[in-house]
């Protein structure tokens, strides 16, 4: 059995039992997630990024995450900025990545750099 990322592992920890999946290959893959990413803010006159460490820490725009909480499906994985703030990563349909921010009220597309 291969052995669990950090990151996981604190997922499955902070997760409640009885909404686990029965297996962790249900989540996003770690390695989809790990990494540092541009976010697509038209609006926004500087680079915006998000970054996510194998750690379970991260920063997005140059603050440092608050917290990395429970996915609540499969194709989603909500963090907290440092205001406490959500911020929603999901994986659509067509193998695409966005952001959802809460402060903002916005969606915006994400994308993985190499």
């Known amino acids: 059995m291969k052995q669990l990322s950090l990151l996981q592992r604190i997922i499955s920890w902070i997760k409640p039992n009885h909404t686990q999946p029965e297996t962790m ?3 996003i893959h770690e390695s989809e ?3 540092s990413w541009s ?12 970054e996510i460490s ?5 920063k997005y725009h140059t603050q440092p995450l608050k917290t990395v909480l429970p996915q609540e499906t499969p194709d989603r994985l909500v963090l907290r ?3 406490g703030y959500q ?3 999901e ?14 009220n916005a969606t915006y597309p994400i994308e993985k750099n190499n």
């Open 91 to 104: 994986k659509k349909d067509n193998e695409q990545y966005v952001l959802f921010d809460e402060l903002d």
């Open 39 to 50: 976010v697509d803010m038209p609006k926004s006159f500087q680079d915006v990024s998000l």
């Open 54 to 58: 194998a750690k379970g820490t991260g």
């Open 87 to 89: 911020l929603v990563v």
């Open 25 to 27: 290959e249900e989540l």
């Open 33 to 35: 997630l790990v990494g």
């Open 81 to 83: 900025d440092h205001f």
